[in-house]
């Protein structure tokens, strides 16, 4: 894990760079189906849905779950990934989704940047990433 600067407004511009975001959340559904089938099982998935329980944790909802609250909280995140409820996510469920949670981040944050604890696997470390190589460039 490591401490990142982020804003709203730089999730936003890049969610909203189609060609980079693709890359991206093409990246990481391959990274996370383990199978190659194409599809995220409820246990491919189960790696996702722990990052997004660091956003949330961090946001200061329920710091000490117990394990039945969490598998009700990865089994609701799961259902709300798997948009026509066939038990797997593809790759469009994914994409979509993901788009609505960081904009979902995006909007909590507003326009000050705040500092968070990212993992070093999860998307949002790739936005900084992304955003401080951009910088190099420029
Ligand atoms: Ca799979
Ligand atoms: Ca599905």
Redesign the pocket.
């Known amino acids: 894990m490591s401490v990142e600067v982020l804003d709203g407004a730089t999730i936003v511009s890049f969610v909203e760079d189609e060609y980079a975001f693709n890359i991206l959340i093409r990246e990481r559904f391959a990274h996370l189906?383990?199978?190659?089938?194409?599809?995220?099982?409820h246990s491919?998935m189960m790696k996702e849905l722990k990052c997004l329980r660091v956003f949330e944790t961090h946001f200061g909802i329920d710091e000490k779950p117990d394990p039945d609250e969490l598998a009700r909280v990865y089994s609701s995140l799961f259902v709300q990934f798997d948009h026509d409820s066939n038990g797997t996510v593809d790759l469009e469920e994914f994409k979509a989704e993901t788009k609505q949670m960081m904009l979902a981040v995006a909007n909590g944050l507003g326009f000050l940047p705040v500092q968070m604890v990212l993992e070093e696997d999860s998307i949002l470390k790739k936005v900084v990433e992304k955003e401080s190589t951009a910088k190099v460039v420029v």
């Open positions: 189906d383990t199978d190659n089938d194409g599809l995220l099982s491919e």
